[in-house]
């Protein structure tokens, strides 16, 4: 039936907060330059991740009534964490991540850029950006959303 669900509300809601849940901490865990700075495959990844998940999230209920309790469950779980984030600093910490320091002094960290997943093309391309010679750089930053901030070293 079109708006008849075959699964009861609060199994699709419990559905949509655990696929939440257990992708945000995948996501958290694949690390910061996936969701700050999407490659083809990242985005593929993405999609594949969407289709994957959609029947867990509906349990094979394809009612309009089970899609928009499931859209509206990740909506309102996606406007509650972004609450959450901007009240209490430790949620955005644990959510989002701090900056990490990946160069100083004109000298970049290869082993934290490893750890990190980080080419240092990327710190190169930064750099370049900021209009910033190496020998020049006070600081480069990993950010919590995956750019690299630079900052120079003051004028002579």
């Known amino acids: 039936m079109m708006w008849q669900p075959t699964l009861p509300w609060w199994e699709l809601v419990a559905r949509g907060v655990i696929v939440y849940a257990l992708l945000l901490l995948l ?58 984030s901007a009240r209490i600093a430790k949620v955005q910490t644990m959510l989002q991540g701090e900056p990490v320091l990946i160069g100083k002094d004109g000298r970049i960290f290869p082993q934290t850029l490893k750890k990190l997943h980080v080419p240092e093309a990327d710190v190169q391309q930064a750099l370049r950006e900021a209009d910033c010679d190496i020998d020049r750089m006070h600081c480069a930053f990993l ?4 750019r690299i901030s630079i900052l120079k070293k003051p004028a002579d």
């Open 27 to 84: 996501i958290r865990l694949s690390g910061r330059r996936t969701v700050g700075q999407f490659t083809p495959f990242d985005l593929l990844v993405v999609m594949l991740l969407s289709e994957s998940v959609s029947n867990a999230l509906n349990g094979g209920d394809e009612s309009i009534t089970a899609g928009l309790i499931s859209a509206a469950t990740l909506i309102s779980l996606n406007l509650l964490v972004a609450a959450a």
């Open 143 to 146: 950010e919590a959303d995956g």
